[in-house]
């Protein structure tokens, strides 16, 4: 069967999943966009029905409490019909949001940038696995898909982000620049992918047009790139909402924590429990934290930059203030490009079997807090904590695995011997 | 229909009582259906205002014309209420219901500032004297608990340059009224409680009361003249269970009563000496103002003027046949008012006066007049994540449609979906919302506040419900008493078709609702972040670990080889002998 | 991190694989060993109340008197209405209500379940609180007819004499219900329903008049008829839907009022003769056990507790000298305790296994056994999983070790996003996970199927679907293992593979339930257990390296497999119910009856656990017995 024959196949059959669990359910997207699981203040989908709303009744949504995130996203969703009353256009957008998804993932499978890149290039390399199979597993997880009913806007982010790696990975510059910095701008923490992102685009420019450009200039222009793009965005929504204080009520949210619903993060029951005086400081220094994973990788991992923004999305969905499954999904769904690395990885069951449990235990303890009033906030907690566990486990395993690959280049006679670090 | 008639009357033969004389009060009782009897107490005071403005002050209490001065206020309704009125059996509110407030303590106040910032700042300083002055905890009326209504309130008194007058409205259901507040009150008035009606106010009997409210309302009236007077008016309501009030103090408990006392219904088969199906008593109970109030009236208060309408200081409204024996040595004048529905009495000074009214079988009682609206609110749905709240409007009129205003004030942490907000009337399609008036709530820095102007077509039934979103807060934020959830203010609703006959506006308050939060461990800061922080480090570390280390083959590693565990062990145990050798050659 | 790279050194260890069988047995045995050594006296605690507020029997009691001549009165009343229509019964019960100057509702509800209807009147009254603000309120409920469907003459007199009694005092700081359902279980449910409005609006009528959050109730069960009957002890029913319970000081209160006060001995679990002894304890538990895992209404407070309302039922049982108004002083005295609460019930525990009135055991204690049985399904799994990879790739072992590892990554992948990866997903990969995640994941679907017969086939079928599907699901498994052998024959792995992922998916799904509804995890995991233990023998030159020497086992390979294809069938989870229906001499169509009723008005799960996640663990098993015997 030819490959668009069966890329025809594979998004025809999501699409339909998608659209059965729409109509079959019509509770489902409700009961999904209230779970915290799935939905945090950032991206709840009932919240941008609420901005919404005030938007479209000339009331500020940010001068309030309810309304997170990008101002873009009203005069977007504000040309679509009421989705209380006809959802099925909203549907239909979400559903084709995680198709475009799929196939700019299947677009960096195809590039090959995950096993050769410029630099480095895998001993493993002919162990990949086909585009198809790659967006399958993106396509038909159950966590992309819970995202998708729930309409969460962290779709979007997700969209942007894997177009940004895409573009990246064939080297198209402006696109790459437009897709980060919208990225970006919906949800802030995108931004720290950029100097992986722009070392992927460097080194496949150089390998395609074989003149080496000088990377000062390059780095420069796309700097500019971005920040002009970014800027544009801003100035942009704050000419559509009349005013700069969207600012401090989207990323100022991010950064600062006002709102501390639960969420299956690190963040909210640490900033419940903090005391008062030492609040702003742990802010700092967990954002610290996040930031300063990107240049070590980065650095350490120079050969293998694709790798790296992959291995950020996996941070990004454990130790980032607001995250949800759909990070996760995001970053589970960006690990199959790494086939080869699979051999070299070792508690991926342990890995594994604790993120599962973690899903299976996750909503029994919230419901004994929230609705049963059997358990406490303890309960929930402590799942948060064995998922992000699980899953900063599984980061860390892949790293090893990919510094094992690339010594196992360098030493080839080091291949499948036991190795130590000094 | 006779009390009818009865009250519009009574508003109006009270309304000249003000402009004759400087002070005047006045004691309305009621007996309502199911042993109930509304006592409605009502003390006005007047001071002109330049001689206000110069300080000398009569009858006002020279306390609170102090802080309304210093505090810019212009005009100040203050209440403290406690319990429910139960419009479906007692009808119609006393003041159309202009002199209650919601359950707890509510105050609005106009306060005349350039600017919004000094106007709040004037806000803050007056919600604090008021809380020293009446040993409320008016001081916790912060931004957050502070709304500044468009429609709802109306100036009752008249104002001259109204543009720089502000309203703010604050209110804390949650506050306990009880003696602590009664006594200040009482202090305000001339004969503080000594002398006249108010020596019957007495806080076991006020608080053991179904339903009271106390008031305190400062008006200026200005007449045609432009003379004008600063009017304050405090008013007492409260309706008493006769049965219970009847009670002696020294024994208050309900014990069943002995066999004799019960009346047995005869009629029914199995009826016998052991078995006796109680027959509903028909006749009126009887009653006097000592044994409601455990003490008559300590005769007139000498303010009050002896001539004209403001000498009717006790009056009662029960049909005529009611017979009514008056106790007292002095000298007393009774005269009947709206053919003889209501009865009133000139008191006498120095000597006790008391009101008696025999247990007595009734042929004609007094129609209550219907509420024009009637309330309830409530909270939908369980569980401590969201919900949604319902409040359901009838109109029991099957002729006119009212039109009225629905004020809600809700803490921030309590996060309302207004999109989600549904008006819908039974039977009909079309929306009733004629204008909205929506502040959305800030974290932390203030409350939502929403108005709906909306209609009630004749008979029939509107309800209102939105979802909302509980917030979870720090754990700092939690009160430290006991975590019984927390109180949201009762909706406010003032009618504005059919208008009030005065300027005091047609009010109506539902009751509070308890909000139920989810809780974070109170006792485990240091667990928490201890936990997390270890997770975070386990990241971390793993990853920084790998990022800056270097491979090299197991076997160019001198130490401990792949023999695996039993390696790794015998390595271990090596390099602890090796450590004890050298301490022994240490030692 | 050496440590735990020679950790995963012994992976590569033969002897490991030898373990997991009698890990895993030892798990099982552990689990049971550990449940009957709860009852000794060493590892049960005393109850006490740990919600100061309540003060248990702190108060005097003056519900005596002339109270009862009034409640003979009421008695004769309620007794009048018995054959009276059901617009009648209401409309009187309202009148006295009413008359006691109470707001009296009244409210219609018609539920449909397997071809019956049920549809009756609720009546209640709003006692309002003269210091309460309309914020709380507690319930007193009194079911027109109790749980033996006899009409509950004495207790809905109780409640209406209680009423007309609460009515003078003035120190009640919450609202007053008083409650007179239709039935025990519907009707309740309906008006809890109602009362947070989370009812379906054309089976249930809303409530016209509504008060606070409920704080608790409690619901009288005294069927003595017009000239009473006196009572030896009161029964203390406890269990709510889908095996909630109310939170443990609620009971020690009703306890300590009881015992303390009046003098009233109280029982528990059916339990009449409890003389305690280790087996009487033990035997409560178990009741307890499977009352609570079946997680059926046990009373009219059943339906409140989902909705986090504390409520117990007290239920009048023996012949002795206790006597109505000692059951109202006990009201009356709770309702004391219940209104001196500043929150709600939250300080004790909610998860407890009570052996006798005032001995318990804690969720800590007894959480351990539930979870070995769970635990011991995803030892087997590993095991199997580890094999599987072993069997595919004897030769050389280092490359063993690399396929095993990226051969455990892709099950993650596969985990991570289950069976609906496509073959074009696996091709490359050593292992055909395809076929076993889709077989499997199949099976948990096909459990939809009996799942909705049941809940929805009429009560006159229900006898004829029942036995029908136990035939059926008998015979399935053999014939698709037939059907599978001849269409494409399983390899061994396959088969491996398909009890792997069941084993996973059961052990996973029990270990979560055991923190909802520990009975019914525990229950079904011992039902289970034996699945862990079956292997699929094939025949030689396959070789498990799960089990003994192959000689033995080749030899007699289809007695075995036949030994084990008639254990597991008599391990349907269907067969187990009807024997279990033959030991209690209950008729099967009752319960099926009373499963569908729950499914339909009170929001029941336990099937939907039976048939989604039991069943088809079971299938599977079979499946792989069947298998290996058509090999």
Known sequence: MAIDQQKALLFGAAAAVRLLLFTAFPSLPTLLAGRVEVSTPVTSFKRLQEGLFLYTHNVSPYDGGVYHQAPLLLPLFSLLPNPSYYPFATNLLFTAVDLLGASALMQIVESGQSVTTRLFSSSRKDMRWSSIAVAASFLFNPFTVVTCVARSTSALTNLFILTAMAKASQGASFTFIFALSIASYLSMHPILLFPPLLLLCYDVRVTKTKSSSSPLAFTFYHTMGLVDAIGGLLSLSAFLTGSWEFLSATYGVRLLLPDLTPNVGLWWYFFTEMFDSFREFFLGVFWLHVASYMPGLTIRLRKQPLFVAATLTGIFAVFTPYPSIADAALYLSLVPLFRHLFPMMRYTFLAASTILYATFLGPAFYYLWIYAGSGNANFFYAITLVWSLGLSVVVGDSIYAALRDELDVERPELRGKDVKRI | MLSFLALLLLHALIAPALAASDYSERLLLRPLPQNALLASFNFRSNESSTAFEQQNFRYFPRSLAQILQHAGTKELHLRFSLGRWDAESWGQRPWNGAREGGTGVELWAWVEAQDQEEAFARWLSLTNTLSGLFCASLNFIDATKTIRPVMTFQPEGDHQNSSHLHLLHGTLPHEVVCTENLTPFLKLLPCKGKAGISSLLDGHKLFDASWQTMAIDVVPVCAEGGECVLEMEQTVDMVLDIDRSKRPRDNPIPRPLPIEEIECDTSKPYNAHDTCYPIHKTTEPGFSLADLYGRPIKGACPLTDDEGEGANTVCINTPPERTIDIKTDGAYVENKLQSDTLRCYKLPTGSDFDLVLPEQQMTTGLVHQEPPLSAARHINGHGQEHGSVQAVIKNPSPTDSVEFVYLESLPWFMKPYIHTLRARVSGSSESPIKETYYRPAVDRARGTHLELRMVIPPSSTLTVTYDFEKAILRYTEYPPDANRGFDVAPAVIRLISPASADNKGIYLRTTSLLLPLPTPDFSMPYNVIILTSTVMALGFGNIFNLLVRRFVGADEVPTLGAGGLKGLIRGRVERLRARFAAKRKAT | ?631
Request: with cysteine; hydrophobic share 45%; glycine share 6%.
């Open chain 3, 1 to 631: 991190m050496a440590l735990l790279n020679s950790v995963l050194a012994l992976r590569k260890d033969p002897r490991i694989l030898k373990l997991p069988p009698y890990l895993s047995l030892l798990c099982i045995l552990g689990g049971i060993a550990w449940l009957l050594v709860l009852p000794l006296q060493e590892y049960s605690r005393g109850t006490y109340v740990s919600e100061n507020a309540l003060l248990p029997g702190q108060v005097h009691t003056y519900f005596t008197g002339s109270e009862h001549n009034i409640f003979r009165a009421y008695r004769q009343e309620v007794h009048g209405l018995a054959d009276k229509s059901i617009e009648e019964r209401t409309r009187r019960l309202g009148d006295v209500f009413r008359s006691q100057n109470l707001k009296v509702a009244t409210q219609r509800y018609k539920y449909h379940a397997s071809g019956r209807n049920i549809s009756n009147q609720n009546v209640y009254a709003i006692l309002q609180g003269p210091r309460a603000d309309a914020t709380e309120a507690v319930v007193l409920i009194g079911a027109w007819r109790n749980m033996d469907n006899e009409i509950n003459t004495s207790g809905v007199a109780l409640v209406l004499t209680l009423a007309r009694y609460f009515k003078r005092w003035s120190l009640w700081s919450k609202d007053i219900i008083f409650l007179v359902s239709g039935d025990s279980t519907s009707g309740p449910q309906a008006w809890v329903d109602a009362y947070h409005d989370s009812h379906s609006s054309d089976a249930v009528e809303p409530l016209s008049i509504k008060s606070g959050a409920l704080q608790g109730a409690i619901a009288v069960d005294y069927p003595a008829g017009p000239w009473g009957h006196r009572y030896d002890k009161l029964h203390i029913v406890y269990d709510g839907v889908n095996g909630q319970l109310p939170n443990l000081d609620l009971f020690n209160t009703a306890v300590s009022i009881a015992n303390g006060q009046m003098g009233i001995g109280c029982t528990l679990q059916r339990m009449w003769k409890h003389d305690d002894k280790y087996q009487d304890r033990l035997q409560t538990v178990v009741r307890g056990m499977m009352s609570q895992g079946l997680g059926h209404a046990t009373g009219p407070h059943s339906s409140f507790i989902p909705y986090h309302v504390d409520a117990i039922t007290l239920q009048t049982v023996g012949d002795g000298w206790h006597d109505e108004m000692s059951l109202g002083r006990t009201v009356e005295s709770l309702f004391r305790s219940l209104n001196n609460l500043l929150e709600h019930l939250h300080q004790s525990f909610f998860f407890y296994l009570l052996m006798q009135a005032n001995r318990f055991v804690s969720i800590g204690t007894y959480l351990p056994s539930a979870m070995v049985i769970a635990v011991n399904f995803s030892i087997t799994a590993i095991a199997l999983w580890v094999a599987s990879g072993r069997s595919a790739t004897i030769p050389n072992p280092a490359s063993t070790d690399h396929k095993d590892k990226n051969a455990a990554v892709t099950v993650v992948e596969k985990d991570g996003a289950k069976a609906i990866i496509p073959t074009a997903a696996l091709e490359i990969t050593e292992r055909s996970l395809f076929l076993p995640l889709g077989f499997v994941l199949s099976s948990h679907f096909i459990g939809l199927l009996p799942l909705y017969i049941f809940n929805n086939t009429s009560q006159s079928y229900l006898n004829l679907a029942f036995n029908a599907t136990t035939a059926i699901t008998t015979i399935l498994p053999l014939a698709t293992a037939f059907a599978l052998s001849s269409v494409k024959q399983p390899t061994e792995q396959e088969t491996t593979l398909v009890q792997c992922f069941s084993l996973l998916l059961l052990g996973m799904f029990l270990s979560a339930l055991a923190t909802l509804n520990f009975s019914l995890s525990f229950l079904i995991g011992i039902a289970a257990s034996p699945l862990s233990f079956t292997r699929a023998i094939h025949a030689p030159p396959a070789s498990s390296p799960t089990s003994p020497p192959p000689s033995f086992l080749k030899k007699n390979r289809t007695a075995i497999s036949v030994a084990q294809a008639t254990l597991i069938a008599a391990l349907n989870p269907l067969v187990l119910m009807k024997i279990a229906a033959l030991v209690w001499k209950v008729d099967i169509t009752d319960i099926l009856v009373k499963a569908a009723e729950g499914w339909h008005v009170w929001g029941l799960w336990t099937q939907v656990v039976v048939w989604l996640a039991w069943w088809p663990a079971w299938f599977c098993g079979a499946v792989v017995v069947g298998s290996g015997l058509f090999s």
